[in-house]
């Protein structure tokens, strides 16, 4: 039953994250491309902690914290730049 579920939610992710590519790809304007590539960002943050329940191996959420952190910093750093520039 649990790998029945861990299918579905890799499933649902799976079609969340090319919603996600298809509004990068197609953005108006670029602060909605940099929120769609935030958006991948922490979709695939919830892919590593899936796997990581999946696999039962507990270092694998350590590395989707750390991919989180620098992911928020990358969008911080991205709209600065598009605020004020660099």
Same mark, same amino acid.
Request: hydrophobic share 60%; glycine share 8%; no cysteine.
């Given at each position: 039953?649990?790998?029945? /579920?861990?299918? #579905? ?7 969340? #994250?090319? #919603? ?15 929120? @769609?590539?935030?958006? @991948?960002? #922490? ?6 902690? &899936? ?7 507990? /270092? ?14 990358? &969008?911080? &750093? ?9």
């Amino acid at each position: 039953m649990a790998d029945q /579920i861990v299918y #579905i939610a890799l499933l649902i992710i799976a079609l969340s #994250i090319g #919603i996600s590519m298809f509004r990068f790809v197609k953005g108006p304007s670029i602060p909605d491309r940099v929120v @769609a590539f935030d958006t @991948a960002g #922490i979709i695939s943050i919830s892919v590593i902690v &899936v796997l990581a329940h999946s696999f039962g191996r507990l /270092i694998y959420v350590d590395v989707a914290l750390v991919y989180g952190l620098l992911s928020f910093i990358g &969008v911080l &750093v991205a709209a600065r730049y598009l605020d004020r520039g660099l």
